[in-house]
């Protein structure tokens, strides 16, 4: 991948997983961060695909430093 793309995936992985934590109501609170009524199904795959994203644009940028 072009390092352009990459950079724009990495870019919009990290928009994605803060979206997910602003979904999310269970971060909210201070002293049981994870108990406060649990993650939603859409948090837990936004929270998700924007790890995954950000896994695959490293790998594309160190992938694409060494080929050139």
Partial sequence: MKKIVSFA??????????IGFAMSNSVKTAVYPYYS???SVGTLVMLGIGFVGIIVAIISLVRGSKQE
Avoid at 9 to 18: H, Y
Wanted: proline share 0%; hydrophobic share 75%; net charge neutral.
């Fill in 9 to 18: 995936i990495l870019a919009a992985s990290v928009v994605i997983i803060i």
């Fill in 37 to 39: 009524g649990g993650m």
